[in-house]
């Protein structure tokens, strides 16, 4: 079953549309459009193969997307600022990604996902000020966050818990953006990239367990690094 809902505001004008949709079963899709500002959306998929996706230009927008089964996808894209995000998906394999363009600022994200194998994806081109965090539970799961376009003072933390996890953040330019990766337990894989001459960057990499970690620094100064825990090479 596909559904599509649609809102335009027109000349500016914030209608505050709120779209809701429930889906029960298997290979669904979800399709929610919001042009204007103060607009909230709700998805919500229990079953296999659901495709869910949102997309919000504006300021003041929130997203919700829940999905609980496996092979689920959950997209969402946004032109705009101060908005909120959320994906939650739980007993995969699923797949999240959310991309903010056009240089939007005071957005937040939340990726949470529970069970194996999962991919989550941030991707924000320019912007300053953006949070986001990528949780993910149990073993084999990726996670992948970047920051491109010189954007600045965006936070990024991703925490995973179990084994075999592989963690990414990459920041292309900019300055004073803050980044942390915790993983627990073994055989996990972290790296933080800075390339392009961005300053006065935050990085921390606390392990606990059997790990591998990466750290690359392009022509970087004022940058600070902790790592902790243990790791291997």
Same mark, same amino acid.
Request: aromatic content about 6%.
């Given at each position: 079953m596909v559904v599509l809902m649609v809102a335009l505001a027109l000349s500016g004008v914030a209608l505050g549309n709120t779209a809701d949709i429930y889906q029960s079963g298997d +290979?669904?899709? /979800? *399709?929610?459009? !919001?042009?204007?500002?103060?607009?909230? /959306? +709700?998805? &919500?998929q229990i079953g296999t193969g659901n495709d869910a996706r949102v997309y919000?230009?504006?300021?003041? $927008? =929130?997203? +919700?997307? *829940? !999905?609980d089964g496996a *092979? $689920? &996808? /959950? &997209?969402?894209?946004? &032109?705009?600022? =101060? $908005? =909120?995000v959320e994906q939650v998906q739980k007993n995969g394999p699923n797949f999240a990604a959310t991309s903010i363009i056009g240089g939007g600022y005071e957005n937040t994200v939340l990726q949470s996902q529970e069970g194996n194998e999962n991919q989550a994806y941030v991707d924000i081109d320019g912007g300053y000020s953006n949070s986001v965090e990528q949780v993910q539970k149990n073993g084999s799961n990726f996670a992948a966050t970047n920051i491109i376009g010189g954007g600045y003072e965006n936070t990024v933390r991703q925490s995973q818990e179990g084994n075999e996890?592989?963690?990414y953040i990459l920041i292309d330019g900019g300055y004073s953006n803050s980044v942390e990766q915790v993983q627990k337990n073994?055989?996990?894989? /972290?790296?933080?990239?800075?390339?392009?001459?961005? =300053?006065e960057n935050t990085v921390r990499q606390p392990q606990n367990g059997g790990q591998s970690s990466t750290i690359v620094i392009d022509g970087m100064w004022g940058l600070f690094i902790e790592k902790t825990g243990t790791n291997y090479p």
């Open positions: +290979s669904n899709e /979800a *399709y929610i459009e !919001q042009v204007g500002d103060g607009n909230e /959306a +709700s998805q &919500t919000q230009d504006g300021i003041l $927008n =929130s997203a +919700s997307q *829940y !999905q *092979y $689920n &996808t /959950a &997209t969402i894209n946004i &032109t705009g600022s =101060s $908005n =909120s996890n592989q963690a073994n055989g996990n894989f /972290a790296k933080i990239e800075i390339i392009s001459g961005g =300053s």
